[in-house]
Each structure stands twice: as C-alpha cells, then as structure tokens.
C-alpha cells in the first residue's frame, strides 16, 4: 500500500554531524534536488573554523539549514522542522535552535555512553524523556549503512563514511525529491573510484528504500514547485555570483580581469572560483599576503586591467595602504571584503556587518570610495557588476562588503540574458588632451570628474603617478595649500557626485500609510523582507528600504527617511549605519543590533518591529 | 645580449630585425625611434642633496636606456618610498611612485598582466629590505620578469639618518645613539637565499659597470635583482669610499667575469676551503691553479651564495659583478602560458554559458 502524501507549503531541515560526516555535501545536495525540483529555498551552512576539530565534540559540529517552499521565501528560516542529527554532540548543539513538536532524526548507533560523556550527556537523551514533545525517529543510520555495504568489500571505516548518503537517500524519499541529479553527482565525483561511487549510489538507494519500507515513517511529504517569475534558474551561492559577477564586468567593460588575492575565509571560494575561468582570460595571483594581493591588483589595473582583490575583515585593515594609493592615484580597483566576526582573527566562519565604518573611513587622510553591499547571495552578481561599472566610469577604487552568510548561503538565480546586460565599454585615453600636445593626467572628466586612465604603451602620454599629493591638472607632485585643499575637495566631489548616477532608494510600503520605515544595508535583507512579511500578516503597517549603495548614499535617502516618524536600522554591529545616518542626516533613528555570528532571525526582528509601531502609534 | 657598441643597431635591435636583442624584452615591441639619452630626462627638476649617488645612477639609466631598443611608452619604473624611490619623477617613461616596500609587489601585476612593457623596480635597503622585504624575495623566487635595482646606502636618508637592516651593527645613528644592535643582511645573499635567477652587485660610481650590469639584467627573462652601492652624503658619506677610491680598489674588488679566474687585485684569488667554504688566499702560496673560474650560470645557488659570503666589514675583498644567472621560466610567462592554452583547448570563454552552467530549471 501506497504511504500517505502530506502537502506541505515550506519546510526548514538542518543536517548537523561531525565536521568530517560530510554534512556540508548532503546539504548541498538535498539544495540542488530541490532546487531543479523548483522549490524557492535558501541556506544557511554553519561550520567551524576548524578543518576537523576533535571528532564528536560540540566545537566540531557542522550543520547545514535549507528552507523550502511553494513560494517565495527570504531567509534560511528561524527553526528546522526537521533535525538530522548524526551524532550526540549534533544533537547536543543544535536541539535548542529546535521547537517541540519538530521531527528530530538520530544516528542511534553514535549514542554510545563514552560519544554522551564527550558532550556532557550524563544520560541518554534517547532514554531519559528530554525529548519528549519533539517526534523523534531513532534510526541506526551507520550500521543500516554498513549492512547495505557488505558486499562491496569495503573496509568497515569506508562503507561507515557513506552513512551521510543513507541519510541523503533517507530525506530525499520524505520530501519527494529527485535523485537523478544526486546519483549523477556521485558518478562524476567518484568516477577514478568505481567502488567508492557504487557503495554511495547504494548506501543513498538504501536510505531511501529504508523510508519507503519502514514502518517509522509512516508520511512522506510533498513541497510543491514555487511559482518564481519565468526563466532559467540556478542555485548559487554569494561567493559563485559574486565571481561570475567580476567575469562578467571585464565582459562588459572589455577589459582583462586580474585577481591579486590571499587566501582567508570566508573569501577564498571567490579565488578558487576564478582561477578556474582562464578561458576569460581571468588571471589569478596567489599573493604572499594581503598586501600583495592589491597591490598586484593595482599595479595590473595601471597597466589596463580590472583590478581585483578580495579578502575579509583581517586582510582588509592590510589593504588598506593601498587603497589609499588608489584613491590618490585615481585608478579602478575593485576590493571584496566579506565580512566576518570580528575585530582580529574574531569568528572566521561566522557573519558580521562590523566592516561598514572600516570600508568608509579606515585609511589615513580624507580617502572617499565609493562603497556597496549585496543583499542577497543572486544580488553578489549584480553587486560585482555595479562596482565593475563605478569603478571603471569613476576611476576609483569601490569596496564591496559582502558577508560570510551571503558568501556560502544559496538561493534560486534566475540567470540573466547577457545581451540585457549593461555595455560597460572603457575608452582609455589615446592622445594628448592638454595644448602644445601635452597630456594632463589629472584634467577631469567635467561630468564625472573622473581622469584619462592612459595605459603604458600609449606613445605620447608617458606620465608619472603616485602617493604624493598631486597637482590640478599636470598630476606632478605638488605640496601648495590652496592645491590640497582644492584636491582633497575635488576626489571628494567625484565620489559624491556618484550619488546621480545609482538608483534611487525603493520604498516598499505597500498601503502607503506607514508610520515606521525599516531600513537595512547588506546581507540583513532577507530577515528584514522576512520579518515585515509577518507584521504585516498580522496587519502591521511598516515600510522596508534596503542600500545596496553605502557610500555614496542613494541621492532621496534623506526624503525617505524625513517621510517617516521613526526609522528603525537593524544591523549585524554595534550601529555603525545608525551612526553614519544620524551624523549625515540628523535623523534619530532606532538601532536594533546583535552580533553573534549569525542572521536575525525574522521571528525577533518582526517582534523589534511591531514593538517600534505600537510606540509610535 | 648586444655588446656596449652595438654592431650598427644603437637600439638594440636583434640582428634579424626581428625584436629587441634583449632576450628580458622578446614580448616587447620594437621601437622605430632612435633615442638618445635626452628623451629619457622628464622635465621635473631632480630634488636630491648634492653629491647624491642617485645622481650618477639616474644618468647612468637614462644614458643605458636608448640601448634597449624598445618605445620609450613601453617601459614602466615602480618604486616605492625613499630618496631612491623619487626615480620614476625624473624619467619620461610611465612611471608609479608606490607605497613604502611594495612596489614589488605593484610591479609584479603589471608585468604579469602586460608582458609587453619592460618593468624596472628602484627601491633602497630599508624599502626593499625592510618594509618591503617580503615582496621582494616572493618576487625573486616567483622569477616575475622585473628588473630590480635596489640602491643601498645602508641608511635610512629620507627619515634623516636612522639605522637601516644593511647598516653595520653598532652605528652610531640618531635612533641608536649607543650603536645598533641589529645584524645587517646582505641583500645578495639574501636574494640567492630565495633563488633568485639574475643577482648582481654594481657601484654608483662606475659608470662602465653600472651600465654593463644594467644591459646583464635587461638581458635576463626573468627577475634581476642588482644591488648598487650607493653613497649618502648627508647620512652616510663615504660609506663605500674603499671601493671607489682609485688607490685601494683594486686591491680590494673581486670582479667577477664569466669564465675568468677570481681574483682580488693581481695577488689573490678565490680557492675552495677546507669545507667547501670559499675563501680569498694569496695566489702564490695557493697555486694558481687553485684559483676558481667564475661560473655564473651554476643552476645549484650555492656557489653563487658561497661568493656572496666573501663580503667582509671593512672590505678586505667584495664581489661585484654577476653572482648569478640562470634561466628558468618566468611567472609572467608561465600564467600567460596557461590562460593561452585554456582559450585554445577549450575555446575563448562564452559568459552566457558560464552563468548557465550547472544544474538548471526553467519555470514557464
């Protein structure tokens, strides 16, 4: 007999294991079934920084949240429905995240009394009745494994190691989802190891088998496709869109990419990434630090390169040097920090906004660029194509603050045509622009005062550029007063002025009437469309604005936020938004932080929020 | 390499016409101009102290560049900060006045980004060695295709006079007014330390040297690392006057020529020690024919190490001239390398194709 389908309309599943149980990949892959089955979804993976902390302790526990649904959705979710947990220390760690009422899935056969010691579990927590109000399914996933294996010839450890794909195999049968993909996947990862991709296609087609035999599961559920807008879609992650995004803006401003960077978490996919893309002609440089990183960049974008360098928060205070020698010498450059905990080595793996002020104001002098955040992991592309656009049009270096959570979190992209997008052509200064045929490196553009960029091998514009303070005009080292004064206002100026060439903030406030306005930057953006989504279920008024530009800001900032009676600016740091609104704008906004490592929850904010409208009405 | 006349092509074009002789420049286009010393000269006002080395360097470049026979747009000098580093100010060519120690670093993308240009570094002790030493020895081991000349006054002029890494331990300066307690590296040593595939050692005031070690390095596909000693007047006078002064120099310089034995002055010579070590003895107590022949081109960097520990204090004997040159491939080459042969195998990337890749859905 057939078992009973239950429709649902979302669902929230965290896989937690060791960090060697290889529950990054399941998560990955139940995401990319779910992802051609056409659910809208999005993750939120959570790791250690630790390669393999000690096995079984709470420090080496990784997890992976994918949130599901037949329709649009905006965040990894607050709570799982479903907890997978592989071992004592997984349950351990995450059953609180976990709501009664939920299903919890347990590898029983990790439930040892020394695995329960290790954590601190003085009694079984299978046994005692602490579990009690969750629905718990006790299943011995690594010895149903092992038993499915024998006849691979496999040592025990190996046929153990696919007890992640039984569970895989297990949750895909639950959730109705298809396996093609999965089983693909195996083939080609394991395709120089015959028998190693034999016994994971079989230990995933036991787990499966297991949830359609067994009397334990009694429903499996269906999710069905979201109705997105129409297209071709593909999952991504921030760090995959934002590397396609720096493809695409040397594509379109017809320009060779250069990568300077040094490896740090959570940047370094976007170099592996690219150093993948030769055929771009992507060039890839593996610094001896940070500094090398950009200066490298810098040095290929004097010579006609788009200049990349990206890194997170540590390396950006190493940076920072250079940078400024970007500013001075007013030359594209383009520096990704995704942010991190923070300040020193602070959490590696975890995600902060705290570099906002750091990216505005951490150089010596008065030193402007141009700053932006993607909202979303998709958003990365865009991102990295508007920086590509301002840094090129403007010849400045643009950082763009990306965070751990958009870097390795997906969602659904709907993969755009590459004919719509914008022509980003760079024209490089080809003969002299001054009288007598001289060549003035530093006479500006008069609408976007930006200056020639004249690339070495151009016969006739030979010209000397540096730290030094330059001189209107000849660009020669000058140190007159009424100079400075005059440069320091004009790069001032330039990046300013960019404010008329971004697009104006987006309001949206659906009934028209709000009294309170929440006002987000960056990665947040997900929590905060989330959690307005619920006040306004429950007929909360509120309207949501969210920058992607930070410096300079969109030119109607200060109508919207004059257009409410209180501004409300959640954020991952200690206010540093708040800050730069109240000291630009004299607008008293609310500032609603918290900074542990991890997104707002949408339940919490949507509680700050109809808090902040009660009080004002 | 072209010889210091050139056989009737004064730009050092190869014979063939077919590029620049100099096997450092295949990738860079030849030049119909035919320069000469005053199309090097920019019109900023030189701005170091009378009686500065750099004077005699800066002509000594400008008077060698003609000779490499590339367009005068196609050279690019990075420096970084110092006296040194005010270099590019004074030439016509392009030109980044960088940040403190890291032109290397800024050199190295553009030379592997454009193999086109001929790229100089000028940086000093204290911003090659000091600030900025990590870049140099990444750039020397990476073999990145740069010429750099690292000035060494063995003080720190631009700050006013403190200590630098190659000052001698105990001096005497405003930031160690009881004498330094740092042990000087010697930037030769170091350099073949990280395998560095071109080192030489020149002096400010020979101009003939100078020149024939510039023409060395510009020959050289590949990193150059030249260190030139460099007088500071104001800091630093007479720093290396026993080198210079034409009464004692000979008796004291060990100019290393290819293939000629290695002699100090007509009495002593370069003889293998007891351990391996190489050591300076008088030539009729040693026998001649214990007297080495320089072999520049050694692949193992010992030997070339082993000369550069000959240096001594007080300058009882220092090499100058090529410690090494060797070839091996360069990072420029070797990245351009690869992206050419992923366009030709796999085909010039195609972005929409890209951005589609992986597993896909189409809603309607």
């Not at chain 2, 890291?102 to 553009?110: M, S």
């Amino acid at each position: 007999m057939p078992k009973e389908v239950q429709r649902l309309d979302r669902v929230i599943i965290r896989f937690a294991g060791d960090s060697g149980d290889g529950m990054q990949l399941t998560g990955d892959r139940f995401t990319q079934e779910t992802a051609s089955f056409g659910n809208d979804l999005s993750t939120l993976p959570n790791f250690p920084a630790e390669i393999r902390a000690p096995a079984g302790t709470l420090p080496g526990v990784s997890s992976f949240q994918l949130h599901f649904a037949d329709h649009d959705i905006m965040t990894p979710g607050d709570a799982p429905n479903v907890l997978v947990a592989m071992n004592p220390a997984a349950l351990r760690a995450n059953i609180d995240d976990v709501p009664k009422g939920a299903m919890v899935i347990v590898n029983t056969d990790e439930f040892t009394k020394r695995a329960l010691a290790k954590v601190g579990y003085t009694a079984n927590p299978l046994e005692d009745g602490s579990l009690a109000g969750y629905k718990v399914s006790a299943v011995p996933l690594t010895s149903m494994t092992v038993r499915a294996l024998e006849d691979f010839g496999l040592s025990k450890k190996d046929s153990e190691r696919a007890k992640n794909m039984f569970a895989l195999g297990l949750l895909s049968w639950m959730y109705n989802r298809p396996t093609e993909g999965t089983l693909d996947f195996l083939r080609a990862k394991f395709a120089k190891k015959p028998d190693i991709m034999s016994a994971n296609i079989a230990a995933f087609k036991a787990g499966w088998n297991f949830g359609e035999t067994t009397e334990d599961f009694a429903v499996s559920y269906e999710v069905r496709p979201a109705a997105l807008p129409s297209g071709t879609y593909r999952n991504i992650t921030g760090n995959t869109a934002l590397s396609y995004g720096l493809v695409a803006g040397a594509e379109l401003t017809g320009l060779p990419l250069f990568l300077g960077s040094y490896p740090i978490t959570p940047a370094s996919d976007i170099l592996h990434e690219l150093s993948r893309h030769k055929r771009f002609g992507v060039r890839t440089f593996q610094a001896e630090d940070e500094i090398a990183g950009v200066g490298a960049a810098l040095g290929a974008s004097f010579g006609g390169a788009l200049g990349v360098t990206t890194t997170s928060g540590p390396g950006m205070v190493l940076k920072a040097e250079t940078v400024g020698l970007a500013v001075m010498t007013e030359l594209p450059l383009i520096v990704v920090d995704v942010q991190r905990g923070g300040p020193s080595t602070g959490l590696p793996t975890k995600t902060e906004q705290a570099d906002l002020l750091m990216a505005l104001f951490g150089r010596n002098g008065e030193s402007p660029v141009p700053v932006l955040a993607p909202r979303s992991p998709a958003d990365c592309f865009d991102i990295a194509v508007e920086a590509a656009r301002i840094a090129t049009k403007y010849r400045t270096p643009v950082i763009v603050l990306s965070d751990g959570y958009l870097a390795n979190g997906s969602e659904p992209w709907r993969i755009p045509d590459v004919s719509a997008l914008p022509d980003l052509s760079v024209e490089f200064a080809a003969g002299p622009n001054g009288e007598d045929g001289a060549f003035l490196p530093y006479l500006r553009d008069p609408e976007t005062l930006a200056r020639p960029w004249a690339v070495p091998g151009t016969a006739g514009l030979e010209h000397r550029i540096g730290g030094i303070e330059k001189s209107d005009r000849t660009g020669d080292i000058s140190y007159s007063p009424a100079n400075h004064d005059l440069m320091v206002r004009t790069r001032q100026a330039k990046v300013d002025g960019i404010s008329r060439d971004i697009d104006p903030l987006e309001v949206d406030d659906p009934t028209g009437d709000a009294d309170v306005l929440v006002l987000g930057w960056g990665g947040t953006y997900g929590s905060i469309g989330a959690a307005v989504r619920r006040v306004r279920r429950v007929g909360g008024r509120v309207a949501h604005a969210h920058l992607r530009h930070l410096n300079p800001f969109p030119g109607n900032l200060e109508e919207v936020l004059r257009r409410y009676d209180r501004v409300l600016v959640p954020e991952i740091n200690l206010g540093q938004l708040a800050l730069l609104l109240r000291g630009r704008f004299l607008v008293d906004v609310i500032s609603y932080t918290k900074v542990r490592g991890l997104p707002f929850k949408a339940e919490e904010l949507a509680g700050v929020l109809q808090e902040v409208i009660d009080r004002a009405e | 390499m072209p010889s210091e006349n050139t056989d009737g092509h004064p730009n050092g074009v190869a014979a063939d016409g077919s590029g620049p002789a100099f096997k450092g420049l295949t990738l860079v286009p030849v030049s119909d101009v035919r320069y000469r010393m005053k199309d090097f000269k920019s019109d900023q006002e030189v701005r170091w102290c009378p009686g500065c080395g750099d004077y005699a360097i800066l002509a000594a470049f400008q008077g060698f560049l003609p000779e490499l026979g590339v367009p005068r747009e196609n050279i690019v000098i990075v420096s970084g900060i110092g006296c040194s580093s005010r270099f590019p100010y004074y030439l016509s060519t392009y030109g980044m006045h960088s940040i403190h120690g890291r032109a290397p670093a800024i050199a190295t993308g553009l030379a592997a980004s454009r193999p086109d240009l001929s790229v100089w570094v000028v940086t000093g002790d204290g911003d090659g060695l000091s600030i900025g030493g990590n870049h140099l020895i990444h750039a020397l081991r990476r073999n990145v295709n740069i010429n750099v000349l690292m000035f060494n006054n063995r003080i720190y002029g631009l700050t006013k006079g403190q200590y630098s890494p190659t000052s001698e331990r105990g001096k005497v300066t405003k930031s160690s007014p009881v004498g330094s307690l740092d042990t000087p590296f010697n930037p030769v040593s170091l350099a073949l330390g990280a395998e560095a595939s071109f080192v030489a050692r020149t002096v400010d005031s020979d101009r003939r040297h100078l020149t024939s070690v510039l023409r060395a390095a510009a020959d050289h596909p590949g990193a150059s690392f030249v260190e030139i000693y460099q007088n500071c007047p104001i800091f630093n006078d007479d720093a290396f006057e026993p080198l210079k002064d034409p009464g004692q120099r000979d008796a004291r310089l060990l100019r290393m020529e290819h293939g000629e034995p290695l002699m100090v002055g007509a009495d002593r010579g370069v003889v293998l020690g007891e351990y391996g070590e190489l050591v300076v003895a008088d030539v009729a107590e040693a026998g001649e024919d214990r007297v080495l022949r320089h072999d520049a081109h050694r692949t193992d960097p010992g030997y070339a190490f082993a000369l550069s520990r000959l240096d001594r204090p007080a300058f009882e004997h220092v090499p100058v001239g090529l410690f090494r040159s060797v070839r091996r491939p360069s990072y420029d080459e070797m990245l351009n390398g690869q992206i050419a042969e992923a366009e030709t195998t796999q085909g010039r990337g195609d972005l929409a194709a890209l951005l589609a890749s992986g597993d896909t859905w189409t809603v309607e």
